[in-house]
T-cell receptor, first 113, second 114 residues
Framework: LAKTTQPISMDSYEGQEVNITCSHNNIATNDYITWYQQFPSQGPRFIIQ???TKVTNEVASLFIPADRKSSTLSLPRVSLSDTAVYYC??????????????FGGGTRVLVKP | DVKVTQSSRYLVKRTGEKVFLECVQD?????MFWYRQDPGLGLRLIYF???????EKGDIPEGYSVSREKKERFSLILESASTNQTSMYLC?????????????FGPGTRLTVL
């Protein structure tokens, strides 16, 4: 599993766009990038995953540059309910990673009114 | 609606007790996972199972064991609970062992060992 680095926390305001960048310099050829969201007292929830360029769904967009050494999760027009911790995960298959699967510390996003 | 349920939201046990944490999924997934979540350390994989009766150690298996007798149920066992096992325990299931495959998480069990 590639080592990832994310900001510890970010503040934003309702209606703004939030961009969270995850660095993964040692990403391998077969690795994908996945993002999860976790609200307090709940388990994480899958948001989006991608391999290269741009992926968009109803919740977020994921931008991956050509070198794939970083990725940016973009949350458009956030609301108070988007306050959560966001985790970036980079890898291929659990067994290929030596059975290691750690969600790092994540980025705590606080959306203010 | 897909669902992963865990037997308890909160549990308080004493040092040395044997503790069972149960997880049930209704999605017919082959793969199930147990994590613990601690402040500053994120979620760390304890064990996972890719089929009935099949299990593999994850990042931090020491002090834990697991059981998967039925496809829908995956149990985490603390043979002799210790205070350093006080944590949030999260169960997940997935149709794939791909890291990028979607995992469906339960609500978690907050275990306190006194």
């Amino acid at each position: 599993l590639a080592k990832t680095t994310q900001p510890i926390s970010m503040d934003s305001y309702e209606g703004q766009e939030v961009n969270i960048t995850c660095s993964h310099n040692n990403i391998a050829t077969n690795d994908y990038i996945t993002w999860y969201q976790q609200f307090p007292s709940q388990g994480p929830r899958f948001i989006i995953q991608g391999y290269k360029t741009k992926v968009t769904n109803e919740v977020a967009s994921l931008f991956i540059p050509a070198d794939r050494k970083s990725s940016t999760l973009s949350l458009p027009r956030v609301s108070l309910s988007d306050t959560a911790v966001y985790y970036c995960l980079v890898g291929d298959r659990v067994k290929a990673a030596g059975n290691k699967l750690t969600f790092g510390g994540g980025t705590r996003v606080l959306v203010k009114p | 609606d897909v669902k992963v349920t865990q037997s308890s939201r909160y549990l308080v046990k004493r040092t040395g007790e044997k503790v069972f944490l149960e997880c049930v999924q209704d999605m017919d997934h082959e793969n199930m996972f147990w994590y613990r979540q601690d402040p500053g350390l994120g979620l760390r994989l304890i064990y996972f199972s890719y089929d009935v009766k099949m299990k593999e150690k994850g990042d931090i298996p020491e002090g834990y064991s697991v059981s998967r007798e039925k496809k829908e149920r995956f149990s985490l066992i603390l043979e002799s609970a210790s205070t350093n096992q006080t944590s949030m325990y999260l169960c997940a299931s997935s149709p794939t062992l791909a890291v990028h495959g979607e995992q469906f998480f339960g609500p978690g069990t907050r275990l306190t060992v006194l």
